[in-house]
């Protein structure tokens, strides 16, 4: 009885453990790989998870590579790595918002990244890989 009893405890408390976990408030499962530096960080996201935010867009999605080449489809603005910081009117003033960054390589939107987020922007994402993975993965382009 007292056995029984141990099990039908330790379930219930295994049971309400799960119950309580939460998932991730970000995009669906989307995890990526968090890039912290002095001052914060931002997430580097891989193309399936870029795929899979572009599903339901909830961010702004910007090009920053120069010289701007070809764009992601849903890309909203074209703003070159360097000039980042003098271009904040065409970013959202709300430092909590969604902007996701990418270029050719992700070298230039690395350096974009880490310049928004020493500028306080708190929810910077990153493609790693840029826009060569996105064309690699046999994905379409403007």
Request: charged share 20%; hydrophobic share 40%; aromatic share 8%.
């Amino acid at each position: 009885m007292k056995k029984a009893l141990l099990i039908l405890l330790s379930s219930s408390l295994v049971l309400a453990a799960c119950a309580g976990a939460v998932s991730p408030p970000e995009a669906d499962n989307i995890i990526g790989q968090p890039v912290p530096i002095s001052g914060g960080g931002y997430t580097d996201i891989n193309v399936t998870e870029l795929e899979t935010m572009l599903e339901d867009k909830d961010f702004l999605f910007v090009n920053v590579h120069i010289p701007e080449g070809g764009n992601i489809p849903n890309t909203d603005l074209f703003i070159p790595f360097d000039e980042i910081s003098s271009n904040l009117e065409l970013l959202p003033q709300d430092k909590n918002a969604k902007i996701v960054l990418y270029c050719r390589s992700d070298s230039m939107s690395g350096i974009a990244a880490e310049e928004l987020v020493g500028l306080g922007y708190t929810n910077i994402w990153n493609l790693d890989g840029g826009y060569n993975a996105w064309i690699d993965s046999g994905l379409p382009f403007e």
